[in-house]
């Protein structure tokens, strides 16, 4: 195979593409559905949007043809490095250096930024900063609340899909996202950017008065996070099981017929097991869009997979009471309030570096939880197209032209209703996609590439690259994510479906950290990760939940073998193998 059905052409105006950031978002290939409705036609002009919204580019300067900010190579996402580093050098008090360590993280290969002739431009600069300045005198996000209150509403109205005709649901589906994805993943996007700002001054600031010990206490505990309130509702319900003899019996069978078993309980007149799947229900139905993978549309999530969360839900029951996450949400709260007051007095000898520091205390709060916000809102819409199509993949198995529910996923954008109509017209073409999705599956993409990507036939299977194994006393560095040290057996996980091995206090060493993984991260005494950056949403969590965190440990799955004492170091980013397994 020399392309994938939906590859998009590199541009060339912006020629540097990265697997770093969007490594955690989409691991997998991006089936064709995904890619032509959802990014091509939506999440390209929502990221354009956002930037023109930021003030940082104007129209003329995209490709009016062809995506250019995302691309697909491969089967696989890239984000374009080329231009928000142009976004670096015109943003007061950025530059490309910041904006690769924010969002691409310490990666081998990205090469050096080169000046092009037309990145500075005054008139972009000024546009910038009035956005500055109201990212830092902002008091609420009201524009993000009230998109929450509407995705709530899409979700308590989602109809009997049984009763809707494959027309009907196909036509639903595409309907949800064409109507509002662009505008939610283009404020996403947004969002995210304006994050930076408060950020980076708290980052100068605490340089600059010999503080940077200080950066990542004044960043965490921020509250109100969207993507860390799965994992308190989670430990909720983890105590109703521990306290309860039949439940915990139940779960310790294993999470494969665990919601039979608790079915046939509350059956029997457990009161224990109907509160549990009382509770668990509230929990799909306020958290059934996260999961692992989840900008995918074919992905599983906790609603269409149970189990994923109720093995997370597991793991959680046999920790100690201290590891709370809203326990440690608080302590992590009052360290940035102690620490604030301790930086300002620091700088009281230049009043506008205190006043900016004081507005950027506030501002990382609201913005970093308004990221995490933006982003639930966009997977939210995302699941409701999700289970729409799933109804329809279902009825696809039932006569025949699938063999499981998630083959929709291989339709094109502009063959939806075609195969609503007549869907053996597509069938086979879909079946024939699939086995070729398969095979990009074995494969594993370039980090980074500038111009076009190696073809298909040079990249390396999974797996396929030598790499040295830690050995007694060595460590290995990355990112750090959050502060803290922490020494544990080292738990090298691949698969967050399956995180029985995971014991409290263990470290858990993972290849990415989606919203799969971070419930997993309470009962670890600290998370390893092989990708991420500064502003990856397994930082923003692990912040949040109080665990010592190193991310872009390039490798670490494979290199720190599983058993062995660790160490971790979430201060200066470091790893250090202490026994053997």
């Known amino acids: 195979m020399d392309r994938w059905i939906v590859d998009t052409r590199p541009s060339t105006r912006y020629p540097i593409y ?39 580019f104007t129209e003329d300067e995209f490709d009016p043809e062809q995506p250019e900010m995302i691309g697909v190579f491969g089967g696989y996402c890239f984000l374009n490095v080329s231009a928000s580093r142009i976004l670096g050098v015109r943003t007061p008090g950025l530059s490309p250096e910041i904006i690769d360590q924010n969002f691409f993280g310490e990666q081998p290969g990205i090469p050096p930024y080169q000046p092009g002739p037309t990145d500075e431009r005054p008139d972009r600069t000024a546009a910038i900063a009035e956005t500055l300045q109201w990212v830092l005198t902002a ?43 662009r505008h939610l993943f283009g404020t996403h996007i947004f969002i995210t950017y304006a994050s930076t700002v408060p950020v980076g001054i708290i980052q100068d600031v605490c340089t600059a008065v010999g503080r940077p010990d200080a ?47 608790l079915r046939a309980l509350a059956a029997d007149g457990d009161g224990d097991a109907d509160r549990f799947l009382t509770g668990f229900a509230a929990f799909q139905h306020d958290f059934g869009a996260r999961g692992p993978n989840e900008w995918e549309v074919r992905s599983p999530t906790w609603e269409t997979r149970p189990e994923l969360a109720l093995a997370a839900i597991d793991r959680m029951r046999v920790s ?29 000898g230049d009043p506008t570096a205190q006043a900016q520091f004081r507005a950027a205390l506030h501002a990382s709060t609201l913005f970093l939880a308004g990221r995490e916000r933006s982003k639930t809102n966009a997977i939210k819409l995302v699941h409701e197209c999700r289970v729409t199509m799933e109804e329809l993949g279902r009825r696809m198995v039932e006569a025949g032209h699938f ?22 017209s597509l069938a086979a073409e879909l079946r024939e996609r699939e086995a070729a999705y398969a095979t990009l599956s074995t494969v594993e993409p370039p980090f980074v590439f500038e111009g076009a990507p190696p073809p298909l036939g040079e ?43 995971l014991e409290p206090g263990d470290v858990l060493v993972a290849p990415l950290t989606d919203p799969s993984w971070t419930p997993l991260f309470v009962p670890a005494a600290a998370v390893v990760v ?45 790893v250090t193998l202490l026994e053997p397994a």
């Not at 049984?162 to 509002?180: F, I, K, P, Q, V």
């Not at 063999?403 to 053996?424: C, N, V, W």
């Not at 299977?461 to 922490?486: F, H, K, Q, T």
């Not at 720190?560 to 971790?568: A, K, M, N, R, Y």
């Open 18 to 56: 990265t697997r770093a950031n969007v490594g955690e978002v989409f691991p997998e290939p991006v089936a064709p559905l995904t890619a032509t409705l959802g990014i091509q036609q939506l999440a390209e002009p929502g990221w354009r949007d956002a930037w023109i919204r930021f003030g940082a």
């Open 139 to 181: 008091r609420s996000l009201d524009e993000l609340t009230d998109e929450q209150a509407a995705l709530n509403a899409l979700r308590d109205a989602r109809p009997d899909l049984t009763t809707l005709s494959d027309a009907e649901l196909a036509a639903r589906g595409r309907h949800l996202l064409e109507s509002r994805f």
């Open 215 to 261: 950066i990542m206490p004044l960043i965490a505990g921020v509250g109100d996070v969207e993507s860390a309130a799965p994992s308190m509702r989670m430990w909720e319900l983890g105590r109703v099981a521990t306290s309860s003899s039949s439940v915990s019996a139940a779960f310790d069978e294993g999470i494969i017929g665990l919601p039979d078993r």
């Open 320 to 348: 100690d009471e201290s590891r709370a996450p809203a326990l440690q949400q608080r302590r992590r709260a009052a360290t940035r309030e102690r620490l604030g007051a301790e930086i300002l007095p620091l700088v009281d």
């Open 403 to 424: 063999e499981r529910p998630g083959t929709y996923g291989m339709l094109l954008a502009d063959e939806i209703d075609q195969f609503a109509a007549d869907p053996g």
């Open 459 to 501: 990249w390396v299977a999974r797996g396929g690259r030598d790499v040295p194994v830690l050995g007694i006393g060595a460590s290995m560095s990355g990112l750090p994510g959050c502060s803290g040290r922490a020494v544990g057996r080292a738990r090298v996980l691949l698969d967050s479906l399956d995180p029985g091995a």
């Open 530 to 574: 092989d990708v991420g950056a500064a502003l990856s949403h397994a930082i923003i969590v692990s912040r949040e939940l109080g665990i010592p965190c190193v991310v872009s440990a390039t490798d670490a799955t494979r290199r720190i073998p599983d058993g062995s004492l660790v160490e971790v170091d979430g201060d200066t980013g470091t």
